[in-house]
């Protein structure tokens, strides 16, 4: 499933024939899988009840003409002999038999691969979930989730769609339109043969033309349906925002933009189905009528007999009603096409940070942390950390402060390795982070980011997050080791308390807590405390702070903070500004130098003695 450019998923370009045949040669792992040699046996059955039913199908007219010759008293040859065994009766039951055979042997392929069809869609719908967590931050930052979450939805139901289309609708339809030719051809002649051929290529130059003209349409349409639903599910994720600016009605205004683009696209979806639906009924209807008059000829003229005429029009009933699926068939496979074209070209996305080969997992003694002359820009052309270097001992806690830009985050997202650093290298306990695998590294390491997420479920479960199979008593501990226990046993359903999605039914300092108890309960050696409280109001900073010095003991802490009272206790304070260390020391040692820490912690007791002036009026 390589080999697709790396444009965006959404962007809704078309195939080229040679992507196309690329996607299909893609499918074949899934329509005949090597790890499952009972789906391999469903499938071989399923194409000889297939080519049975064809068969079948094929010399059913003959049994309804042998009837009607016998009834006409006209029955030669092969009818003749075929009525005396049977007779009339006999051979309307033989007709009836053959049709009920048929749709049989239809229904049991179809039995048969539903299996191998859902089995396929399954295994690449989590081969897709897996590669999407595969990608890189950078990636996720930039990407729309409704968009993608479209595209994955439309490319995996376009598998199953393909599988069954290419294997038990598109083979068949050939097979028929080959016995049927050849039945004209041997049975009635060249010209017969002729006419029939001609309507065929007719039917099928006509629905590829105005099919290609369509799927501009449809794609279009896609385009304008994934911009709607963004603007939906972005607007419902920051339903509070709306709320807080009273822009419920532009919101809707907007939404309502979005879905007029829809509408015009769908509209004339409808009205080149309509062209193309008459188009395609106009040409099957000319062909049946000219070949029936031959046949009526031929009658007339006493060379072929009342039978061969009622079985000349039981053959162009039976291609004309799969050519007029071969219209809506070739219409849905291309668009199939479409959709996976652009879920593959999504699972061709290369991950950013990937395991090296030799790759090991990390040892962690006791997890001290080194910085040597890291370097690193989100864009090559702007750097954003130049040649830090910085060790924070096993077991010791180091604050990283500064404004805004100045490279505190991204120390932190190096650290997990979202990022694989530019220049120098990031090590815990000596171990390069390149060198070691992902999953190792990421198991060592605790993150309490600024804004807890929270999955829409339990609790409990968000706690038990940390660990996977945590038993409910493990829960509970971690819950009292972030002093949580006591609010969650006061709830009605306790443990089982639904947060709402991304945990809106709790507080900022509940979500908090929520998010330490889950880091505890991973029991990381290192933890990362990403401006843990920055987002927190004053009172409940203080009772968090309490959490996470508690979370931090025995530990190696990097706190990364914008409140500089939160970290006055730490070990030693880095001061960052512009990508550069500008300051390094204890809290007390960095007042007493007077230098750029001093400033920003007197501006922000300037700002705390304000805060508590304004609190005493009110109070």
């Not at 750097?383 to 932190?412: C, D, F, N, R, Y």
């Not at 530019?422 to 070691?436: E, H, N, S, Y």
């Not at 409910?472 to 006591?486: P, R």
Request: glycine letters at 8%; one cysteine or more; proline letters at 3%.
């Amino acid at each position: 499933m390589r080999g697709y450019s790396s444009s965006s998923p959404t962007d809704q370009k078309p195939p080229q024939k040679t992507d196309s045949l690329r996607v299909i040669r893609a499918m074949v792992p899934f329509l005949w899988p090597r790890d499952n040699r009972g789906n391999r046996i469903r499938l071989i059955v399923a194409l000889v009840l297939l080519f049975s039913a064809k068969g079948i199908e094929t010399a059913t007219p003959f049994f309804f003409k042998s009837a009607v010759d016998a009834l006409a008293g006209e029955a030669q040859g092969t009818s003749l002999a075929m009525a005396s065994v049977l007779g009339a009766v006999g051979l309307t039951l033989a007709y009836g038999l053959a049709r009920v055979t048929t749709v049989g042997f239809q229904q049991m392929r179809n039995v048969l691969f539903a299996p191998v069809g859902q089995a396929a869609l399954r295994k690449l719908a989590i081969q897709t979930f897996e590669h999407i967590h595969a990608l890189s931050l950078r990636y996720h930052l930039t990407r729309k989730t409704g968009g993608l979450s479209r595209v994955i939805e439309r490319g995996v139901k376009a598998v199953f769609f393909l599988l069954d289309y290419l294997v038990f609708s598109l083979m068949p339809l050939l097979v028929s339109l080959l016995f049927v030719l050849a039945v004209f051809g041997f049975a009635f002649g060249v010209s017969y043969l002729v006419v029939v051929a001609l309507t065929i290529v007719c039917y099928i130059v006509f629905t590829l033309q105005v099919t290609e003209w369509r799927v501009k349409i449809r794609r279009e349409m896609n385009a304008q349906d994934t911009d709607a639903n963004q603007k939906a599910i972005d607007s419902l994720l920051n339903f509070e925002t709306v709320k807080y600016f009273g822009a419920e009605k532009r919101e809707a205004a907007r939404y309502d933009r979005a879905m007029a683009g829809y509408e015009k696209a769908a509209v004339k979806t409808e009205i080149s189905l309509s062209f193309l639906n008459f188009g395609q009924s106009l040409i099957m209807t000319v062909g049946l009528v000219s070949v029936m008059v031959l046949a009526a000829i031929g009658v007339q003229n006493q060379t072929l007999t009342v039978g061969d005429f009622v079985m000349v029009n039981a053959y162009m009933i039976q291609i004309t009603m799969p050519l007029n699926f071969l219209g809506s068939m070739y219409r849905n496979i291309r668009q199939a096409l479409v959709d996976m074209h652009e879920m593959f070209e999504l699972l061709d996305q290369p991950a950013e940070i990937t395991d090296r080969a030799d790759a090991q997992p990390i040892k962690v003694a006791g997890g001290a942390v080194t910085l040597e002359d890291v370097r690193f820009g989100y864009d090559p052309s702007r750097e954003i950390l130049h040649g830090i270097s910085l060790s924070v001992p096993a077991g010791k806690t180091i604050a990283i402060v500064g404004p805004s830009g100045s490279g505190k985050s991204t120390i932190g997202r190096l650290l997990f390795r979202f990022y694989d650093v530019t220049g120098g290298a990031f090590k815990i306990d000596g171990q390069d982070l390149r060198d070691v695998t992902q999953d190792s590294l990421h198991a060592q390491i605790g993150v309490v980011p600024q804004d807890t997420v929270l999955f829409n479920d339990s609790i409990g479960y968000n706690i038990g997050y940390g660990h996977e199979n945590a038993t409910q008593s493990q829960i509970e501990a971690a819950a009292k080791a972030a002093q949580i226990h006591d609010f969650i046993a006061g709830l009605p359903a306790g443990y089982d308390t639904a947060v709402g999605e991304r945990g809106l039914k709790l507080s900022g300092g509940e979500k908090q807590r929520v998010g330490i108890a889950r880091t505890l309960l991973k029991d990381p050696p290192i933890l990362l405390l990403d401006e843990a409280t920055s987002a927190l109001d004053t009172q409940t900073e203080q009772s968090i702070l309490s959490a996470l010095k508690r979370a931090g003991e025995g530990r190696t802490v990097l706190t990364i903070a914008h409140r500089l009272s939160t970290i006055a206790d730490a070990d030693e304070i880095v001061v960052l500004e512009a990508g550069h260390i500008v300051e390094r020391g204890t809290h007390e040692a960095l007042l007493l130098a007077g230098g750029r820490y001093f400033a920003m912690w007197n501006a922000q007791a300037e700002e705390r003695a304000e805060e508590r002036a304004e609190e005493g009026p009110r109070a």
